[in-house]
């Protein structure tokens, strides 16, 4: 199975994750918009991957013809698009076109929430078509929210598979042993530590998670790994806001390895985006494995708080609300023992990678 996408694989964003995770375990080609990064591959790859030359014009990729592309395009394997991405909207159609008895899949990762302006104008433009081109073709998708989009705009139900978003088997083992260490010692006791993993963007709402974190009495430090164009502006914002008894640490990248380590460190793993892009977050996926209980917004078009919402834990999953939970988990022990439990039963029984071995097997 050849797959499409906009990034270059594994990275670290979720769709080049499960583009991973897929080509790992089916083979074929990554096709990719961006080309391969200097620095060296994050994760194990032994699979083919090949960059389709493009320009970017603003936040759209122009394809150029290359090798590459031709490789794509005249292929008679079956391709796995992953949206969204207009350009990879479009090369698939142009697939489609080369050889209409493809067997031609689209991968649904998010739901996009048009910005103002005209550049808002061309995502809605983008989403209406993209809506009504995959009627005709399989559709994946992530989670049962994203299901119900799908359906709600026109998608035959019998037409839509589900797989949530899983973790690679080599981090998943790293996580099940800090899991296992965590058991032998009779689970840990807080200690006021919140980790946000992400793009420091704006969308990402980081400044968000800064303000509640010194709104919070019983939080003590705030771990904020990656790297992105907001990180000055939340470094000053993190300067302002911080009480004497608080820090908060910028990590900017990091290897795999030493996200281990904080995560071991990490009480709660709050994921503060505020728009439905963010669908799915990996790094849920990741506190999760290690039994750290997860925190995202309940946002309409968005799975993020359906992948980690707990029934153990009263989090409505409003922003007004998340100073005041944080404070319940890091001040009652039982809450939190429960919690953390209840996250890694979670992942056990839904994003595990045995389970989404299984279901992938299911929908080839």
């Known amino acids: 199975m050849d797959q499409l996408l906009r990034e270059w694989t594994p990275g670290f964003g979720g769709i080049e ?5 897929i080509a790992t375990e089916k083979n074929g080609c990554v096709f990719s918009l961006k080309s391969r990064t200097r620095d060296p591959d994050t994760l194990t790859v032994n699979y083919k991957r090949k960059s389709i030359f493009s320009i970017s014009l603003g936040r759209f990729l122009i394809p150029f013809p290359c090798s ?12 796995l698009a992953h949206l969204p991405c207009p350009t990879v909207l479009f090369l698939t159609c142009l697939a489609w076109l080369f050889n209409p008895r493809r067997t031609i899949k689209f991968y649904w990762h998010s739901y996009i929430d048009p910005r103002p302006g005209l550049q808002g104008l061309l995502e809605s433009l983008y989403q209406r078509v993209a809506f009504n081109v995959i009627k005709f073709f399989p559709v994946i998708t992530t989670s049962s929210v994203l299901y119900d989009v799908l359906e709600s705009n026109g998608q035959d139900p019998s037409n839509i598979k589900l797989l949530p978003c899983c973790l ?3 981090l998943e083992i790293c996580y099940e042993d800090l899991w296992k260490k965590k058991v032998d010692e009779n689970l840990p006791r807080t200690t006021g530590t919140i980790i946000a993993i992400g793009r ?23 771990i904020i790994i990656g790297e992105g164009p907001d990180r000055i502006k939340l470094e000053n914002l993190a300067s302002k806001l911080t009480r ?29 985006a ?12 990741e506190a999760m494995a290690c039994g750290i209980p997860s925190l995202a917004f309940d946002l309409p078009l968005s799975g993020m708080y359906w992948v980690s919402h707990l029934q153990e834990l009263p989090w409505s999953g409003s922003p007004q609300d998340l100073p005041a939970t944080l404070n319940q988990l890091f001040s009652e022990s039982s809450l939190y023992e429960v919690s953390a439990l209840a ?8 994003f595990s990678f045995a389970i989404w071995k299984k279901t992938l097997s299911t929908i080839d």
């Not at 590459?68 to 391709?79: E, G, H, Q, T």
């Not at 990091?254 to 281990?260: D, L, Q």
């Not at 728009?275 to 977050?281: I, L, P, Q, T």
Request: with cysteine; aromatic share 8%.
């Open 244 to 272: 004497v008894d608080q820090c908060i640490e910028f990590t900017g990248l990091i290897s795999e390895s030493s996200k281990v380590k904080f995560l071991a460190q990490a009480d709660v793993l709050v994921l503060p």
């Open 168 to 170: 690679p088997k080599e």
């Open 274 to 285: 505020n728009k439905c892009n963010e669908a799915f977050g990996i790094v849920q996926l």
């Open 343 to 350: 996250a890694r039963k979670r992942y056990e029984d839904c």
């Open 17 to 21: 994750r499960v583009a991973h995770c």
């Open 200 to 222: 420091l963007d704006s969308y990402k709402r980081f400044d968000w998670l800064i303000e509640s974190f010194s709104e919070t009495k019983l939080a003590n430090k705030l």
């Open 68 to 79: 590459s592309l031709r490789d794509l395009l005249i292929s008679s394997r079956p391709l």
